[in-house]
């Protein structure tokens, strides 16, 4: 089983070890801060950061089987808009989402760019 990394405040680029993650827009990168989920046995949690360049948007609702925790760190993000990126509600920094597993949402947008703290984990006797 994979651990968690302990981290003491190390550095986070807002350069470097940023990726596109499977099925998103090339526009929207993550930068995962320290993770042991593991989405096939259903343990395990993941923090991550999630960037969104001005304009970009999802077309579809997401939906997941583990909690996901939201805090928009700044900029704006725009939930429930159409496959053209029209529509939806605006939400800005500061700003917060807590889900539970099933739950569909968005899709997303940001007219100006944004970036979220994200927390992901399965609630289970090993993590709490």
């Not at 989402?97 to 090993?126: I, M, Q, W």
């Amino acid at each position: 089983m994979k651990k968690k990394p302990h981290i003491e405040f190390e550095f986070v680029s807002d350069t470097e070890g940023w990726e596109t993650p499977p099925g998103y827009p090339s526009g929207i990168k993550q930068k995962i801060l320290a993770s042991d989920i593991d989405e096939e046995k259903k343990t395990g949690s993941r923090s991550r950061l999630l960037r969104f360049e001005p304009g970009v948007f999802t077309k579809v609702q997401f939906v997941h089987d583990h909690w996901e925790e939201v805090f928009l760190v700044k900029g704006d993000l725009i939930v429930g808009n159409d496959e053209h990126g029209n529509g939806g509600e605006k939400f800005d920094h500061s700003t917060f989402a807590c889900r539970p597993p099933g739950v569909y949402h968005g899709p997303f947008k940001s007219d100006n760019g944004c970036t979220l703290f994200e927390l992901h984990y399965y609630k289970n006797r090993e993590n709490f």
